[in-house]
């Protein structure tokens, strides 16, 4: 069992608080139904609500799936969050990705399209680079 936490209960459930957006379901790697949360406001606020009691296990399974490792899971998460910071690609600078930081500066996230791509594959990216040998 891994025993690392890579995930915070603590911004898991802050992210709740716009849950009906399904911003905590993105958080923990769940991208397929923070979409649907955040088409349908949370499943009309009842799987919203629900979540405020599964957001424990979301935690726990997003701790074991996701690899510990140089770049922070919350840290990146929130430069994505911050509303400017994130579609100026703050969050791809401090994984290391130069490049596309670069890219992500000049146009606005990819005019915005990008944001949604690190929205859906943030966790996913992180893992990888924190697999990656140094």
Request: net charge neutral.
């Amino acid at each position: 069992m891994n025993q690392s936490n890579t995930h915070s209960l603590l911004i898991g459930y802050i992210c709740w608080i716009f849950g009906f957006f399904g911003a905590h379901r993105f958080y923990y790697g769940r991208p397929i139904t923070g979409t649907i949360w955040f088409f349908t406001l949370g499943l009309c606020f009842i799987g919203w609500i629900v979540d405020l009691f599964l957001i424990p296990s979301m935690d726990r399974a997003a701790d074991q799936r996701y690899a510990p490792g140089r770049v922070d899971y919350n840290i990146a998460w929130i430069l994505l969050a911050i509303p400017g910071i994130g579609t100026l690609g703050a969050h791809r600078l401090y994984m290391g990705k130069w490049v596309t930081a670069i890219i992500w500066f000049f146009t606005i996230g990819l005019f915005g399209v990008g944001w949604l791509y690190d929205l859906w594959t943030l966790n996913a990216q992180i893992d990888e680079v924190n697999r990656t040998p140094v």
